[in-house]
């Protein structure tokens, strides 16, 4: 995987240095070029004398005023380690990784993959024409065609049980969201957007954490911090629960205005440090999933 820089925010904190020291450069050069000409061209010799003091003096503080106004600019550009964003600053950095092509890898570990599909479906579809993108995209998702307690049904007793037929719904829903990231391929393809490669893998497990990767510079993370216990509008009653269609309640984690902390491999020794094991933790967990075509069948859901 290439290390393709994903935001024109990332690339311009990490030149700001090099800026830094051109512009202090500039400075020093121009004092040193003023006092030479003063050496050789009378009319500049006669305005410099007796003025040297002074004349230095502004040059100083110009100088301080502007290299304070590189450093506050490098500051404020450089994101902070471990900052906190909102889904909606995620998306905004989905899309400027995707509109400065080359070669994008996005990857998201979730509940269903709803916060990552449906805003990347309509970035997707708004992109400029730029042949030379290729998107790479990896989505891995609980595999809910087995049992499982979280998402799952709360009975009179108040202890979860499994939830067959809202498991049902989650399968759909997850099919449903491949089925139109994929539905982009050609389309985009049609209006010389770029390459679209879609895969979905799913793993037994229960949604608590968000990962969101962008190339490998990047790194988001939050967690499923709300429960919902909602009426159960799948007859997804289990005897386990004991309860009624009425009385039990679905146990539904929620995590879509989730805070998330973000973490750029710019930010520093921490911080790349965090994207390493990150990246790992998703990878390893990539590898070891299952296709989600194999897990649910190409005929439909096949829900235990």
Same mark, same amino acid.
Request: hydrophobic share 45%.
């Given at each position: 995987m290439s290390e393709a820089r994903s935001s024109l925010s990332s690339r311009v904190a990490v030149?700001?240095?090099? $800026?830094?020291?051109?512009?202090?450069?500039?400075? !020093?050069?121009?004092i040193f070029v003023t006092g030479l000409v003063g050496q050789f061209v009378k009319p500049v010799g006669d305005?410099?004398?007796?003025?040297?003091?002074?004349?230095?003096? %502004?040059?100083? !503080?110009?100088?301080?005023? @502007?290299?304070?106004?590189?450093?506050?600019?490098?500051? $404020?550009?450089?994101?902070? $380690?471990?900052?906190?964003v909102t889904p909606a600053g995620l998306e905004a950095e989905f899309e400027e990784a995707l509109r400065a092509g080359g070669e994008i890898h996005l990857a998201a570990m979730g509940f269903t993959g709803e916060t990552f599909v449906m805003p990347l479906k309509q970035i997707l579809e708004r992109l400029p024409a730029n042949r030379r993108r290729?998107?790479? @995209?990896?989505?891995?998702?609980p595999d809910f065609t087995k049992p499982i307690e979280v998402p799952g049904l709360v009975g009179v007793d108040g202890k979860v049980a499994d939830a067959p037929g809202f498991r049902r719904s989650l399968v759909k829903q997850i099919e449903g969201y491949e $089925?139109? @990231?994929?539905? @982009?391929?050609? &389309?985009?393809? =049609?209006? *010389?957007?770029?390459?679209?490669?879609?895969?979905? &893998?799913?793993?037994?497990? #229960?949604?608590?954490?968000?990962?969101?990767?962008?190339? *490998?510079?990047?790194?988001?993370e939050g967690i499923y911090d709300r429960i919902e216990l909602r009426r159960d509008e799948y007859h997804s009653l289990n005897p386990a629960a004991q309860g009624t269609?009425?009385?039990?309640? %679905? !146990? =539904?984690?929620?995590?879509? *205005?989730? !805070?998330?902390?973000?973490w750029r491999r710019n930010d520093g020794d921490r911080a790349r440090e965090i994207i390493v094991r990150r990246r790992e933790l998703? =990878?390893?967990?990539?590898?070891?999933?299952?296709?989600? #075509?194999?897990?649910?069948g190409r005929n439909g859901p096949q829900v235990s």
């Open positions: 030149g700001w240095p090099r $800026a830094e020291s051109i512009v202090t450069k500039v400075l !020093l050069l121009a305005a410099l004398e007796g003025k040297v003091y002074i004349g230095g003096a %502004l040059l100083s !503080l110009v100088g301080y005023v @502007l290299y304070t106004e590189v450093q506050r600019l490098n500051s $404020a550009l450089r994101p902070q $380690a471990g900052k906190v290729t998107v790479y @995209l990896r989505i891995l998702v $089925a139109q @990231l994929k539905s @982009l391929i050609g &389309r985009m393809e =049609d209006k *010389d957007r770029g390459t679209l490669n879609v895969q979905f &893998r799913v793993m037994h497990m #229960s949604p608590s954490l968000k990962l969101y990767l962008i190339n *490998d510079d990047q790194v988001f269609a009425t009385t039990a309640r %679905l !146990l =539904d984690p929620q995590g879509y *205005d989730s !805070l998330l902390t973000c998703f =990878d390893t967990f990539w590898k070891t999933a299952h296709e989600l #075509s194999v897990s649910s």
